[in-house]
């Protein structure tokens, strides 16, 4: 079996991968940190068994349905609900309500924080491959799923905050995660 993960960004020089070849005698690593773009991400996708990407799958239906409203220039649908409360209405989904529930921690939000972009990107591939026969299951049934590594690395009792840093591998906290930079190129 092979799965990758994706830490997908907006830009194909800030995207990287590692496949996981899974056999009967353990299991062998590959990082991808070279110009991701996508027709790159789409062929290993496409090869994969399992995929996990850290990236939104979609947006908050309270904030699209305020967009649309707002754009044929209708009542914004929070009209005379002045402070925050209808704002952070709109700021999360579901997935990520039920994640802060659970977790403890929110993660970015795809209507307010710059993770949108990288959404974009996310929705463009995620559309390439349904249409090239590949249908996506956004609730995580398919080959491709949404993910939140952070969540999960909090879930598992792991430091969850500063990993992604550009700060050496070899540095807390991703050595106290088990971050191996040796697998072969």
Request: charged share 20%; proline share 8%.
């Amino acid at each position: 079996m092979r799965s990758f993960g994706i830490d997908l960004a907006a830009e194909p020089p800030n995207t990287a991968a590692c496949e996981i070849t899974w056999t009967a005698h353990g299991a062998h690593g590959r990082l991808y940190a070279d110009r991701l773009d996508d027709g790159r991400l789409l062929t290993l996708i496409e090869t994969a068994d399992k995929v996990g990407i850290d990236c939104p799958f979609g947006w908050p239906l309270r904030f699209i349905n305020a967009v649309a409203i707002h754009a044929n220039a209708a009542a914004w649908p929070g009209r005379g609900q002045l402070g925050s409360s209808h704002r952070q209405s709109l700021r999360y989904r579901l997935t990520d309500q039920i994640s802060h529930q659970q977790v403890g921690i929110w993660p970015l939000s795809v209507s307010t924080d710059r993770i949108g972009v990288t959404a974009m990107r996310c929705a463009a591939l995620l559309d390439a491959l349904a249409a090239a026969g590949h249908p996506v299951d956004r609730a995580g049934g398919g080959r491709v799923v949404e993910v939140y590594p952070a969540a999960a690395l909090k879930h598992w009792g792991l430091p969850h905050q500063g990993y992604k840093s550009k700060r050496e591998p070899s540095s807390e906290p991703r050595r106290s995660i088990g971050y191996a930079p040796s697998f072969p190129p």
